[in-house]
C-alpha cells in the first residue's frame, strides 16, 4: 500500500471526466505484487484521482495500473450510445391485425426476358388468359427498399373491414356462400364470412380504410400510420427474396394460393394454404390484392423506393384471386382495376413502434 501510495503523483490534464464515486474496488499495481482498495473519483487522461480507504485523494498514473485495471476503465470511458429499442418482429394491432417487420434490401423486381417470352407465348395459345383489364408483367429492373416496413401477414378480414369502416361491401357473404340442399334448393348451413378476405372494395375505400384505422385512439397513441403497400413493396414481400419470379408450378400452387381449379370460384378463410417463406400468407391468389401505386411502364434503371407514376387512369392490383388461371398467380404478374379489389395494409417506417413504446 505504501509503495502505491508512494505513485500517486503526476498532473492533471486538462480533460476531466467525472465517474461515479460510491464504487469501492481493489486496485493492483502493475506487477501484481501490490493493492489497494480505494474508490474512483476522476478519471483524467493518463492518471486516476482515487480516493482510499483512509479518506485521502491520490493521482496514480495509468501506466502504474495493472491490465485488469486499465481495461476496467477503458470501460468506462468507451462511448455510452443509446441505442433504441429495436421494433418487435410481428404486431399485433387493437383490431386484431397480425403485421410482420420486413427487412429493407434489394431486388430484381419484375419478369426476366426469358419468363417475358415463355408467358407471352402461353398467352397467345390460350386466349382467354388475359382478363378483361390491363395485365402483363413489367421488364426486370433492380429495386432498393431503404426502410423497413410492417405489412399485414394476412388479408384484410370481412370483420375488420366492418368494425373500422361500419359496412361490408363483399360479395361473398350471407347466402352467397351457404350451404344449400342439392334438391330442395334450401339453406342448410349458413357459413360465417368474417374470417373471409373483405373483396369488392374501390381502391379509395381502402385508402380511406387505412386512414381511418390510423386514428383509432390505440393506434394514434403508438404513432402507427397505415397505408397501402407500394407495388415494389408487395412484389418483394411476396419473393421473399427469392430471385427468380415466385409463382408455384400448376402442381403445387394449390399448396399456398386459392385459385381457378380449386376455389369454386369463391374467397376462402385467409390463412388457410401455406406461407411463404417469410411467413405472410394469400400472397397469390384469394383476391387481387390494391397497391398505392398508379398502373404504368417500370422505370428503366436501378430505382430506390419507387412509388410509381404520379398520375395514372387505373391503380396497381397483385397477386391473382380465386378465379385467377396459375399464369395470373405470381410475383410478377400485375393488373390494374378501377372498382373491386381486397387489400392488406403496411405501416409507414415513421410509424414503426419500438418496443419500449409497445410495453406503456
Sequence with gaps: MKILSIL?????????LAIAQDVLR???DVTGKHKTRATLVK???DEVELRLENGETRLVPKSRLSLAD?????????PQTN?????DKFITNSIGMKLLLIDKGTFQMGASKNEEVRRTLARSLLPLSPILHLMGEGTGHKVTISQDYYLGVYEVRQAQFKRVMGKNPSYFQGDRIAEFHPLTGKVTKKVDSSHLPVENVTWEEAVEFCQRLSELPEEKKAGRVYRLPTE???EYACRARNKSSVGKSETSLGDYAWYNRNSSFRTHRVGSKKPNAWGLYDMLGNVDEWCSDWYGEYPKSTVTDPVGPSEGVVHVQRGGNSNSFADSCGSTFRSGGR?????????????????SELDK
Design 8 to 16: 500517486l503523483v503526476g498532473i492533471l490534464f486538462c480533460f476531466d
Design 26 to 28: 481493489e486496485w493492483n
Design 43 to 45: 478519471l483524467h487522461k
Design 70 to 78: 486499465v481495461a476496467y476503465l477503458d470501460g468506462l470511458t468507451s
Design 83 to 87: 441505442t433504441p429499442a429495436q421494433p
Design 232 to 234: 415494389a413493396e408487395w
Design 339 to 355: 372498382t373491386s379489389g381486397g387489400f392488406r395494409v403496411a405501416l409507414s417506417a415513421p410509424g414503426l413502434p419500438k418496443k
